[in-house]
């Protein structure tokens, strides 16, 4: 589910408790223009010209540091959050 929170952070800011995968790749059909298949092959292409990486980066790390103050646990992975903008951080820095 990581993935798809990452995806819908593209278009909008998103911090419901508690939801799952279908009702997430539900809300990502009008930004998609499409319902969600994992095994679609051009969803980068479609973040990348419809979506916003830069606010989806904020918005991730608002979720994960949120997770991490709420959480009983201090389970910065509890539902929802996603950890995908490291790996996009560590990518784009080797990059450069």
């Known amino acids: 589910m990581n993935v798809l929170?990452?995806?819908l952070l593209h278009f909008i800011?998103?911090?419901t408790a508690?939801?799952?995968r279908n009702d997430i790749a539900k809300r990502l059909k009008p930004f998609l223009g499409k319902d969600y298949d994992k095994s679609d092959n051009k969803i980068y292409e479609i973040l990348?010209?419809?979506g916003d990486e830069g606010k989806?980066?904020?918005?991730a790390k608002r979720l994960k540091e949120s997770a991490e103050i709420e959480s009983v646990e201090r389970?910065?992975?509890r539902?929802?959050?996603?950890?995908v903008f490291v790996?996009?951080?560590?990518?784009?820095s080797l990059s450069q």
């Open 5 to 7: 929170i990452w995806y």
């Open 13 to 15: 800011d998103f911090s």
């Open 18 to 20: 508690n939801i799952d």
């Open 48 to 50: 990348k010209l419809k």
């Open 56 to 59: 989806a980066i904020n918005l």
């Open 75 to 77: 389970n910065p992975l």
């Open 79 to 83: 539902n929802p959050s996603t950890d």
């Open 87 to 92: 790996l996009i951080e560590k990518l784009k």
